[in-house]
């Protein structure tokens, strides 16, 4: 199936760096979620965006959504040990308040804290 | 603990068996989904259900997978002839109907031999 393209791949960084990604997708997205995986669980919903230009904090999260609506990026300031994992994002291209489709998701970045 | 549960958690399977999971979603969400996610891939989506219509099938998911919501409430997935292939993490998810957030399960692992 389709899955939308994140960069990058994988990052190794030191505690306290600030971390950028980003997910791009082909087609228009008139939603786009960011969720975090931990090994062997089921992705947890970080930040949910449901307008072009829009940008969305979460605690050290901030989160915007392309003005293209083809784009998203995810930023985590002074990174601690707890947000190693994989981040993915998520696109829907369902429009908003009128029902659900289903989630489209990107292919993951993996985020490493180097001691 | 009201988040949405899978069952089993781990499940190991010998090729040409059939395997069934489980998922209950959040008591007040009228959608569930199904995805399935192979090692280093995200999730992808196989089938989502409204109340106990099943609205969407993905071309993932062939004629030896079905799935069921029978009374709107739980769900579930159930593999014919288990292939090797077939190994992964099958994720379910729930959601209200006028939101796009997404909750997820901890997930049910299978595996093939």
């Known amino acids: 199936g389709q899955q939308l393209n994140q960069s990058p791949q994988s990052m190794f960084i030191q505690e306290g760096e600030d971390v950028s990604m980003n997910c791009t997708s082909s087609?228009?997205?008139?939603?786009w979620l960011w969720y975090k995986q931990d090994p062997g669980e089921g992705p947890v919903l970080l930040i949910a965006l449901y307008k072009a230009g829009e940008l969305t904090s979460n605690g050290r999260l901030t989160a915007q959504f392309g003005i293209t609506r083809k784009d998203s990026f995810l930023n985590i300031s002074a990174s601690i040990p707890s947000d190693v994992g994989i981040y993915f994002c998520?696109?829907?291209?369902?429009?908003?308040?009128?029902?659900?489709?289903?989630?489209?998701f990107g292919t993951g970045t993996r985020l490493t804290i180097i001691p | 603990d009201t988040g949405v549960s899978q069952d089993p958690r781990h499940k190991i399977t010998k090729r040409g068996q059939n395997v069934t999971f489980r998922c209950d979603p959040i008591s007040e969400h009228n959608r569930l989904y199904w995805y399935r996610q192979t090692l280093g891939q995200g999730p992808e989506f196989l089938t989502y259900?409204?109340?106990?219509?099943?609205?969407?099938k993905s071309r993932l998911l062939s004629d030896r997978f079905s799935a069921e919501r029978p009374k709107g409430s739980f769900s579930t997935l159930e593999i014919q002839r288990t292939e090797q292939g077939d190994s992964a993490m099958y994720l379910c998810?729930?959601?209200?109907?006028?939101?796009?957030?997404?909750?997820f399960g901890e997930g049910s692992r299978l595996t093939v031999l």
């Open positions: 998520a696109g829907q291209a369902g429009i908003s308040n009128f029902g659900n489709e289903k989630l489209t």
């Open positions: 259900f409204q109340n106990e219509a099943q609205l969407e």
């Open positions: 087609s228009i997205f008139n939603t």
């Open positions: 998810a729930s959601s209200l109907f006028n939101t796009g957030e997404l909750f």
